[in-house]
């Protein structure tokens, strides 16, 4: 029941008092008086309750909004959590992939072990074997250092001639198209290794037979003047071509250039058919 409900029952009951009260007429006015201000009393009495009861009841109704807010406020604070919790799974599943991508490349990356040389104890009872040396060179690709990479590539360009070179003289392939590095010296034709590694020259050269009064020719790509690999021809007609690919092994401040080996007086052809170019493998 709640408090209108209640006062309404009591104003009822107190008309029905007075009613008894007032049909009973051979009680004396005293008593009648009487029981009339208890009955008042009373009534007073049960409007403060009716009034504390009120203002518990506004009490209670406020403490629910407050539970409602805080309600509220944690469902918010849930949401935010699940959607931090969702990011952080995809950067983990990112960084998954990520890792496994390296994985291969490192895998992928050439892999250099020395023998393992092994010393038996003398004492044949104990069988252990102990590892005196055990030397594992790990060689990575550039693409996974953090070395720059080196490559060039000059010619003999336009209608440029190199005209009767000698035995031991280095053809100087003067224009430079690529030279990241800075490694190829076109003033000399000379390469010079900026860091140590495994690397990859090429040369291709044009003989002019109507130009030279020796009809063969032979150079050679060569490391700090000692020869690698050759190339030769033979001009029967106006015009020979030859090439060479030789792949070394350098330390950085290592020389490598196309050199005349054989035969005196060669001239050799521009307009780009004669070419020295070069490129960094892998790095140490």
Known sequence: MDIYSKMY?????????????????????????????????????????????????????????DLKE???????????????????KRKLLKQNRMIKHLLKLVKK?????????????????????????????????????????VAFEATIAGGNIAHHTHIDDKIVFETVSLNVGSGYHSKNGTFI????????????????????????????IEKNNAEIAGAYGNSKGAYEHSSVTATIDLQAGDAVAVTVERHQDITFYGDKLTSFTGFLLYAF
């Open 70 to 88: 805080k309600v509220d406020a944690q469902d918010n604070d849930k949401k935010k959590m699940g959607s931090e919790i969702l990011e952080l």
């Open 193 to 220: 290794a900026p860091v140590s590694g495994i690397y990859v020259f090429s040369t291709s050269v044009m003989m002019i037979g109507a130009s030279t009064t020796d009809h063969e020719m032979h150079v050679i």
């Open 109 to 149: 990356a050439p892999i250099q072990q020395n023998d393992i040389v092994v010393d038996k104890n003398d004492d044949e009872r104990a069988g252990d074997i102990q590892k005196v040396d055990k030397t594992i060179d790990k060689k990575k690709r550039f693409v996974l250092d953090t070395v720059e990479t």
């Open 9 to 65: 029952s009591l104003t009822i009951t107190f008309v029905i008092l007075v009613s008894i009260f007032k049909a009973n007429c051979d009680e004396p006015r005293d008593d009648f008086n009487s029981r009339l201000i208890a009955l008042e009393k009373k009534l007073e009495r049960q409007a403060v309750q009716i009034i504390s009861l009120q203002k518990e009841v506004s009490s209670q109704e406020n403490t629910i909004a």
